[in-house]
């Protein structure tokens, strides 16, 4: 099994930047990729960014392309997400994801951790 602990989220005010990261534990060899996920009060859990653990290929919601960049370290089985530029609507609680499934289907999911952008 994997386990996913994320850290770095906080108060921003808008056009502030966070990073947060997210550590990996446990059975890591079978992590295809990792991303992030967010849910703001109200709504259903949205992609972010993910990071393909083996080739580093990065996808982004067009809502943050261009603010928002992830990364990995594989020696340390973490990945980051660099949050520049914020915006009051990337309020959310912000979730860690990792998929072990070849259908790519995110099975592995962090405690979440609340990100709010003052206007």
């Known amino acids: 099994q994997v386990q996913l602990v994320e850290s770095g989220g906080g108060l921003v005010q808008a056009g502030g930047s966070l990073r947060l990261s997210c550590a990996a534990s446990?059975?890591?060899?079978?992590?295809?990729?990792m991303g992030w996920f967010r849910q703001a009060p109200g709504k259903g859990r949205q992609f972010v960014a993910s990071i393909t653990w083996r080739d580093g290929k990065t996808y982004f919601a067009d809502s943050v392309k261009g603010r928002f960049t992830i990364s990995r370290d594989n020696a340390k089985n973490t990945v980051y997400l660099q949050m520049n530029n914020l915006k009051p609507e990337d309020t959310a609680v912000y979730y860690c994801a990792a998929t072990t499934t070849s259908s790519g289907a995110y099975d592995l999911w962090g405690q979440g951790t609340q990100i709010t952008v003052s206007s």
């Open positions: 446990g059975r890591t060899f079978s992590i295809y990729a």
